[in-house]
């Protein structure tokens, strides 16, 4: 015994060799069946070069106990001694696998399945298998022989006698040998249903790519034909018997566990289609109903148990719809859309843990290996493999991936791999989860040779890869365009200009001989400014193909950066700041609104960053009307002073637009913006202030230059409208009413003079001709109408309010709010008719009915001739007017006594009326989402066709732009109308019975 305190040579010697608990393995080594490896140097040593050497000598202690006898004990520990190749391969198991070494335990005879070391035994395919499995005939014993076969892969893994690639072939390999003995015990269970048909087994997924994991389900489709002259209906049938006993054989749990879960849910239609179907019925198939992803499935299709003629046939009738597939309309889209949901779909807690499906994972690799496999796959039959590295080998020596990323993508792909089967070893469980316990991340270390601190490097090693796969993920489908096109000295093979021009319309984009020249211009060269554009353009290029206008946002980036090429700032932006490229990308790709106003001020780039531009965050009123008052007052006269002032409307409203753009859109670093009315009260804030702020400019210009500093009488702009209630959409006019009050001692018909001529050089200014969106003002809602005086004198109003007003008049001024001009005045405006807005008695029905009369007038008179009442935002069906003036109705009723409802906002009013219990809230929340709707589509409009507009557009590119901005992904205009008449809809009968009183 070992005095206390002191450490044994065993214990220091087990330390050396990597025991992290020398002490257990000390006691297990006391033993006397053990006495040869306590003994042996070459044993200890042994153990310690395993992943785990506590995992592997407790392994193996459980090993020798199984023998049952003391001969077998010493044959097993005297063969263990003396054959090295042994000795490494049932070690090297011990310590990765915890379940392995449990099959061993139960099955204490299987270790001399390691002892051979022939040179077949090396890489063993289907025929070796099957010889291992031939005595299997239940599920049990099917498991037992399956668990053996899969020790020796497991064996020459972690031994290093095979690679990654040779494993997940043999992996392939032993499911195939598997799924044909489960089919033959199912045969010879249901000989009858064997007789009547001939089934094919169709491997998918990995399992089809000769690339299986150690734990993984095994994806197939199930073919079957009529066997002479058998009925159809009854050969299907018995196929189908015979299908769903092979996938209990392979799935059910038996006194051994489980083979692995054989998955049919690839075949038509899912799980909700019949599990067997005819060659002819997969046909039809995927010629009328299949999505792209089912053609991106079949890339791995494998004919490997069953009738085996059957299945190439299936193959081979299936392989030129696969090879076809990137003609389809939205292509790439889908690819990448089904990519990102695949990411969306991680839970928050593991999506960094996740070697598989997460950012930078394997499945990054293995959707831009199958998107290019598809793209270039039609024309070039050397890119048809199933095998993922196989195929990017291919990819490579066509010149459609570059050889340098090539070979870091093989290399991060194969040690993501290995990383996964290490992780799945262990237990031999399906998960892709990194562990988070270092015990297991040193063991999964240690299995790949990181000895010095294995959890550290596996950490680095892990980090580096994934990053690595993350920037090649989105190079990989870009760059090689840019090397056709820019004749770069890179020594790689390049994508001829026919491959180039196919990629671009696979990508979305119309005119590819346009885009390939844009690209020449923004690329080519040696200066620094190609350079920094070559590093862009890949991801670029991604972002502009996923906009309904790829190659409008193409054009426009160009113009944007020919614009700004001797700017130092520009692609210094793009480059350093991610934001800034991908709103930019965002914003050009959009319509026609936001990439027009930032051509006529190039600068405005810098707010798409998050440095000194501002970013994208709406200017408070007081701030813009401050910096359009100082670009007045530096102005020599009327015109440059309101040149000076659009200047700043030009850029706000890009800003605005931008910003609406992005939030709508959504980014990488950005999520789409949920609360899609607050978006809405922003936008209509941000134009409302920028107009208000414009006019505050252009009345200081007037009076300045016709007066000085006095006008000889106060002046004020009362807003209303949309204008009043800071609702303003990109393309509204600006209704507003015009008040003076002559200043002491002036003469009422010279203020008069004064005033109506403000208003007539305000309304020229901003009439003068300009590239930039006009700024119309409306002064058709002032008494009288367009019969009426342009301005009034405060007494005139109150007189006119007092004798003559009408309720139309009464529901307009519900909007009224001063917004420019003499402030006191506006107060005093405010002040005059808030009794006629909010009238003390309420309405009277007489008024009641002439408000439904004029809006009945309203609909019938003004919905333009031709337009679906359906889909018109203003007028139609649950529109804009419907839900405003069911809200305006509660605010001439009830504003008096609810104070909530005296607001010139439509949803703050709404929400009042909602807290006063004037509505249900079900009944606030449809007039709300389908007001918030409308109004989202008028911006849209605007924005993607440069002007106004209160339907959906006819052409079919910017009716996709309109869904884009709405949320709709390509394909899916169709459900976009249907979601906005559905809306309305439902709005239209809360306003049948609110307002009609229906």
């Known amino acids: ?202 491997a998918m997924g990995k399992c089809g790519g000769h690339e299986l994991n150690y734990v993984s389900d095994v994806d197939v489709i199930f073919v079957a034909e009529a066997v002479g002259g058998a009925d159809e209906g009854k050969a299907i049938q018995a196929a189908t018997r015979l299908a769903a006993h092979m996938m209990r054989i392979c799935s059910e749990t038996t006194v051994e566990g489980s ?10 239609e899912g799980r909700n289609g019949p599990l067997v179907r005819t060659l002819s019925s997969h046909l039809a198939y995927y010629q009328r109903w299949a999505k792209t992803w089912e053609f991106q499935a079949l890339l791995k299709a494998r004919p490997v148990a069953g009738d085996l003629d059957l299945g190439a046939e299936y193959v081979a009738t299936l392989a030129p719809l696969v090879w076809h597939a990137a003609e389809r309309e939205n292509f790439v889209p889908d690819v990448q859309k089904m990519r990102r949901r695949v990411v969306e779909n991680i839970p928050v807690a593991e999506v960094d843990r996740e070697l598989k499906l997460g950012p930078g994972g394997l499945r990054d690799v293995e959707f831009a290996v199958q998107l290019l496999q598809l793209v270039h796959g039609r024309a070039d039959s050397s890119l048809r493999s199933g095998t993922t590295l196989d195929a990017l080998k291919a990819l490579a020596a066509g010149g459609y991936v570059g050889r340098a990323d090539a070979v870091q993508l093989d290399d991060s792909y194969r040690f993501l791999r290995l990383m996964e089967h290490r992780i799945q070893l262990f237990r031999l469980r399906r998960t892709h989860l990194v562990p988070e316990d270092s015990a297991d991340l040193r063991r999964i270390g240690r299995s790949l040779g990181l000895r010095v601190d294995p959890v550290a490097e596996l950490k680095r090693e892990w980090k580096r890869h994934r990053a690595v796969v993350r920037r090649l993920h989105e190079k990989l489908f870009y760059r090689p365009l840019l090397d056709a096109v820019a004749q770069l000295a890179t ?243 600006a209704d507003v009413l015009f008040v003076h009050e002559p200043r002491e001692g002036v003469d009422e018909h010279e203020a008069s003079r004064a005033a109506n001529a403000v208003v007539s050089e305000m309304r020229r200014l901003l009439q003068v001709s300009s590239a930039d969106p006009p700024l119309l003002i409306d002064a058709d809602l002032r008494p009288e109408g367009k019969s009426g005086p342009l301005v009034r004198s405060l007494k005139s109003y109150e007189a006119y309010y007092r004798r003559w007003s009408l309720v139309w008049e009464s529901q307009a001024l519900l909007r009224a709010e001063f917004v420019a001009g003499d402030e006191d005045l506006g107060r005093r405006f405010i002040e005059l008719v808030d009794p006629l807005r909010y009238p003390a008695e309420g309405l009277g029905e007489d008024a009641v009915r002439e408000i439904r009369r004029l809006k009945a007038r309203m609909e019938s008179e003004r919905m333009p001739r031709g337009a679906d009442p359906t889909l018109h935002s203003k007028l139609g069906r649950g529109g804009l007017s419907d839900v405003e003036w069911t809200v305006q109705l509660f605010q001439l009723r009830h504003g008096w006594d609810e104070p909530g409802l005296r607001t010139t906002r439509t949803r703050e009013a709404l929400a009042a009326a909602c807290a006063a219990e004037l509505v249900s809230g079900e009944d606030a929340a449809i007039l709300d989402e389908a007001w918030v709707l409308a109004t989202r589509v008028r911006n849209a409009v605007m924005l993607v066709r440069g002007r106004a507009g209160d339907t959906f557009p006819s052409d079919g590119r910017e009716l996709a732009a309109v869904g884009r901005y709405l949320g709709y992904g390509p394909g899916h205009v169709g459900d976009m109308l249907d979601d906005y008449r559905r809306t309305t809809r439902r709005a239209r009968a809360v306003v049948d019975e609110l307002f009609y009183g229906a």
């Open 491 to 733: 020594g790689e093979a390049r994508l001829s200009a026919d491959a180039a021009r196919e990629r671009l319309v696979a990508l979305g984009y119309a005119d590819p001989a346009a885009a390939l020249r844009h690209l020449e211009a923004l690329a080519s060269g040696v200066s620094r400014k190609a350079a920094i554009q070559r590093t862009l353009l890949p991801v670029l290029l991604g972002w502009f193909a996923d906009s309904a206008e790829p190659d409008a946002g193409l054009l426009n980036f160009r113009k944007v950066s020919d614009a700004l090429g001797k700017t130092p700032w520009y692609l210094r932006l793009l480059r350093d700041e991610g934001a800034a490229a991908e709103n930019l990308a965002r914003v050009l790709s959009a319509g026609r609104l936001a990439p027009d106003l930032l051509m006529r001020a190039p600068e405005a780039v810098a707010l798409l960053g998050d440095g000194d531009g501002g970013g994208l965050e709406p200017r408070a009123r007081a701030h813009l009307e401050q910096e359009v008052l100082a670009a007045v007052g530096r102005a020599a006269g009327g015109e440059q002073a309101v040149t000076a002032a659009r200047g700043v409307r030009r850029r706000e409203l890009f800003r605005t637009a931008a910003a609406d753009i992005v939030a709508s859109y959504g980014t990488e670093e950005t999520p789409v913006v949920a609360d899609q009315g607050a978006l809405v009260d922003q936008v209509g804030g941000a134009v409302s202030d920028l107009t208000a702020a414009t006019l505050a400019g252009t009345l200081r210009a007037v009076v300045r230059d016709g007066w000085g500093d006095t006008l000889p009488t106060r002046f004020a702009v009362i807003a209303m409208g949309r204008f009043g209630g800071h609702e303003l959409g990109y393309g509204s006019d």
């Open 259 to 268: 083979i692995w879960p054989v998955d049919a849910n690839l075949r038509p």
């Open 1 to 202: 015994m070992t005095a206390p305190g002191r450490r044994s040579s065993t214990f220091t010697r087990l330390l050396r060799h990597g025991f992290t608990d020398p002490s257990a393995a000390e006691r297990l080594l006391e033993s006397e069946q053990l006495a040869p490896i306590k003994a042996d140097p070459v044993l200890l040593e042994a153990l310690g070069t395993t992943a785990d050497p506590d995992l592997a000598l407790l392994g193996l202690v459980r090993l020798v106990e199984a023998q049952g006898g003391h001969t077998a004990e010493r044959e097993l520990l005297d063969t263990l001694v003396a054959a090295k190749p042994l000795r490494d391969r049932l070690l090297g198991v011990l310590g990765a696998s915890a379940a392995l070494a449990d099959h061993l335990a139960r099955h204490p005879g299987d270790w001399r399945e390691l002892v051979t070391y022939e040179p077949q035994d090396l890489h063993p395919g289907v025929t070796e298998f099957e010889r291992g499995l031939a005595e299997a005939d239940d599920p049990v014993s099917l498991r037992v022989a399956y668990r053996r076969c899969l020790l020796s892969i497991a064996a020459r893994d972690v031994c290093g006698t095979t690679d990654l690639a040779q494993t997940a072939a043999e992996l392939a390999d032993l499911a195939t040998a598997t799924l044909r003995a489960a089919l033959t015990i199912a045969c010879d269970a249901a000989p009858a249903d064997a007789a009547l048909c001939r089934l094919a087994v169709v």
